[in-house]
């Protein structure tokens, strides 16, 4: 979303060759309200100021006929991270339509015809302002309306279908989008499905029927919308799982689904049933539950569905019996919507399109911060990074909330002193919230502060008492604290509740490692499905030892996480092995470093091992030599299990990897991967049209060579975003 348009406080740069031209150009946005405006008669000069300042909005001839032109400078936009923001019209000669469709696939919002007068471009340039804020200030929309206009004026109808089909799987549950498919399909004889898409949205939204009155008549004919086979996946959903005791209910949202033509629907009246079919591997798109359910209650219900695999499908509460002491587990949880009961259709269809927009492309604040956590828990930073860059520059978001997304991305990158002085920070301007507490009692236990990390959740856990996964953590503390009969005692009440929980067997080899009882926690952890967990927060907890100068302990806890790990389990071995080295390479301690890492590299299975052989290489070298051995501080210990087999066996957890270290020199990424919707069309539009023209104008590379004023300057603006909300 631009909605740094909103205020017209953005830079606006005009390009026109023609004195008089930039200066109409200039005279007629500044009247749209812009008062910085600046008119440049090339491109290059346009780029130098862009090489300087932050530029928002860049209005230009094509100088189709130039090296320098201005398909070059949105191939520069898509390439570099400083011109993300960056949005960009056109302004065309007679001739120079064909060239457009492949202007929109590098992210164009607008174009408009020359010659111009002052009256015909400023009715021009006021449309777009009423459609940008008519699509909310999202330029994807603004970009697809102006597109839509281009290929119809080339008569270039499979091409328009091609990329209505596209923006509609982008915006699901979209009416007015779908409804923009009915032109292209009639226009390329696909009449059927247009009737079908005609009929189905006058059953889903009757507030419709008279646009879709009205296509029927101009593309139809008027023609019968009789029922043909099959409807449109509206919304994009495979499968859904319906869990609800009341046939009435099933049947309601059963019949609706079907017309938003989702293909695989799944009715439960319990929640045993349906957690048993989630564990058979098949994770839905969608849950929608009740929240008082047979044989497995709602939450309990909540917390095993994700435990089995549904963590990162949206979950809609349908009830009428959410009390207001639930709503705070509701939220942690990560519940995208909740609906109250009797069921108005309406209202239900409206609340599910409004979940899966939200879910693929969030906007609002909870939605946002929702995402965040849930692509930070599955440790997609790249991902979650996008949504913070938007979430931090919304002047709408306060400065507590802010603070514990930093708090939890700093979390997240290993930081806990910075997540831990944010979480602080947080509660100061925005009070203590469950997602504050419960950060600075991960972040604390990190810290080896246990006394003050038990406080948080146990404050936590006073909001929303039906978190099984914080009881857990709860009972690890006291075992750290050196109680174990209370965390036996916690365990066994969650056990109680949930007897076949992932997270309280964890928990149990946790508690057991800790008490010095291996054997035990090895027969736990050979039931385990994984136990890259346990042994993840075993290696927490050895470098947290370190970090705090409790060397020796660190080891020994390194020592017994070895013993305890079941001997099927060599991959896991290896890298323990591996980290324990890394710990007595740090203590200049080279002969016990070779002893593990002899013992890493003889696993071959174990994806840390290529790493093991170079740093044995290094550690035999100084022991011949008689030296110390001093290893980088990017070494680290692969504190995640999960993690290390990941970034090790593949390119894409590398280059995460090196992005995790990008991320923690900075609070607020300045600049990530262009995902599709960030810029325009981009990413989702991609022309098939052919066109030499465009060929030559893209052979050559313009030279971009932004300075460090850019990044001072989005610093400082990102800090006066801070400080003043």
């Not at 470098?543 to 020592?559: K, P, T, W």
């Not at 991320?663 to 810029?679: C, F, I, T, W, Y």
Request: glycine letters at 6%.
């Amino acid at each position: 979303m631009d909605s740094y348009f909103k205020d017209r406080s953005a830079k606006v740069l005009v390009v026109d060759s023609s004195g008089a031209s930039r200066t109409l150009l200039t005279e007629v946005i500044r009247g749209l309200g812009f008062a910085d405006v600046l008119g440049v008669p090339t491109l290059k000069d346009a780029l130098g100021v862009m090489e300087v300042e932050p530029v928002r909005w860049l209005i230009s001839s094509l100088f189709a006929e130039q090296t320098e032109n201005l398909m070059q400078v949105m191939k520069l936009q898509i390439s570099h991270p400083e011109l993300r923001a960056l949005r960009v019209s056109a302004l065309i000669e007679e001739g120079e339509m064909d060239l457009l469709p492949f202007a929109f696939e590098k992210g164009l919002i607008s174009y408009h015809r020359k010659p111009f007068t002052k009256d015909s471009l400023s009715g021009e340039l006021k449309d777009l302002f009423v459609r940008y804020e008519h699509f909310n200030w999202n330029s994807s929309l603004l970009g697809g309306s102006y597109l839509r206009q281009c290929l119809m004026q080339l008569n270039e109808y499979p091409e328009l279908l091609s990329f209505e089909r596209q923006l509609t799987k982008f915006f699901p549950g979209d009416f007015v989008q779908l409804l923009n498919l009915i032109p292209p399909l009639v226009k390329t004889g696909k009449n059927d499905e247009a009737k079908s898409i005609l009929l189905q949205v006058s059953k889903v939204d009757p507030s419709l029927e008279v646009q879709v009155k009205a296509l029927a008549a101009t593309y139809l004919g008027g023609a019968s919308l009789d029922a043909p086979d099959g409807s449109v996946n509206i919304l994009g959903l495979k499968t859904v799982v319906v869990v609800d005791s009341d046939s009435i209910v099933q049947n309601e949202i059963k019949a609706s689904l079907a017309e938003m033509g989702v293909e695989n629907i799944q009715v439960f009246d319990d929640g045993q049933a349906a957690i048993e079919y989630i564990k058979t591997g098949n994770i839905p798109d969608l849950v929608i539950q009740e929240w008082r359910i047979p044989r497995l209650t709602g939450p309990l219900f909540l917390q095993k569905a994700q435990e089995e695999g549904a963590r990162g499908s949206p979950f809609v509460l349908i009830s009428s019996l959410v009390q207001k002491e639930d709503i705070p587990f509701v939220r942690e949880m990560g519940v995208a919507h909740v609906m109250a009961k009797p069921l108005q259709r309406k209202d239900f269809i409206q609340g599910l399109i409004w979940t899966i927009q939200q879910d693929r492309q969030p906007t609002e604040q909870s939605t946002m911060e929702r995402k965040m956590r849930q692509l930070l828990s599955e440790r997609k930073l790249e991902e979650a990074s996008s949504i913070k860059e938007r979430f931090m520059i919304d002047t709408g978001i306060s400065l507590g909330a802010k603070e514990t997304i930093e708090a939890e991305f700093a979390y997240y990158q290993g930081d806990f002193e910075t997540a831990r002085d944010f979480g602080i920070e947080a509660i100061k301007h925005a009070g203590e919230s469950i997602f504050i507490l419960n950060l600075l009692g991960k972040t604390l236990i990190s810290l080896r502060d246990f006394q003050t990390a038990l406080k948080c959740f146990q404050k936590a856990q006073s909001l929303a008492p039906m978190n099984l996964e914080r009881l857990c953590q709860i009972a690890e503390i006291h075992s750290e604290l050196g109680d174990n009969d209370k965390a036996r005692e916690l365990l066994e009440q969650v056990h109680d509740l949930d007897p076949d929980s992932q997270k309280v067997q964890e928990s149990q080899a946790k508690v057991a490692i800790n008490e010095g009882e291996l054997n035990t926690a090895k027969k736990i952890m050979s039931q385990l499905r994984a136990i890259e967990n346990v042994v993840s927060y075993m290696n927490n907890q050895a470098v947290a030892m370190a970090r705090c100068g409790m060397i020796d302990e660190g080891l020994n806890q390194y020592s017994k996480t070895l013993e305890a790990i079941p001997e099927d389990k060599l991959d896991i071995k290896g890298i323990v092995e591996y980290n324990m080295s890394l710990a007595f390479v740090r203590s200049q301690r080279l002969p016990e470093a070779k002893q593990h890492l002899t013992a890493a590299v003889s696993y071959p299975q174990s994806k840390i091992n290529a790493k093991a052989q170079n740093l044995l290489r290094k550690v035999n070298q100084a022991i011949e030599k008689g030296v110390q051995l001093n290893i980088a501080k990017t070494a680290a210990p692969e504190t995640s299990a999960a993690a290390a087999l990941a970034t090790a066996s593949s390119t894409e957890g590398k280059a995460a990897e090196e992005n995790i270290q990008e991320l923690n020199r900075s609070r607020v990424v300045a600049a990530v991967e262009s995902k599709p919707g960030d810029m325009a069309c981009f990413m989702i539009y991609v022309a098939s049209l052919q066109n030499a023209k465009i060929t030559k104008m893209l052979e050559h590379n313009l030279r971009f060579n932004p300075r460090k004023a850019i990044e001072r300057q989005e610093s400082m603006g990102a800090d006066r975003l801070l400080a003043s909300s």
